[in-house]
């Protein structure tokens, strides 16, 4: 990236709170999995949703470390 980002850009803001939100979500996805039993369709459907959130937590910790490597935390 061309220039530093610190923790207080929106940038990193917006990542994190992405990331907070899609670890949040994959707590709750345990509850609807067992709430949908009997349902493979719907549990199914809730696990793909769960591996999303865990895909799109992974990509924001990996956008974050790119961000703000070398000089933006310390």
Do not use: W
């Not at 061309?2 to 207080?8: D, G, L, R, V, Y």
């Not at 709170?17 to 067992?34: F, M, R």
């Not at 719907?42 to 703000?68: G, M, S, Y």
């Amino acid at each position: 990236m061309s220039s530093e980002h610190t923790p207080a850009d929106d940038i990193v803001y917006n990542l994190v709170s992405i990331q907070y939100h899609a670890l949040k979500a994959a707590e709750a996805y345990d509850k609807y999995v067992e709430d949908a039993h009997g349902h493979d369709d719907v549990v199914e459907f809730i696990n793909q949703c769960k591996d999303q959130d865990a895909q799109r937590a992974i990509r924001c910790h990996e956008l974050l470390v790119d961000l703000t490597k070398g000089g933006g935390i310390g």
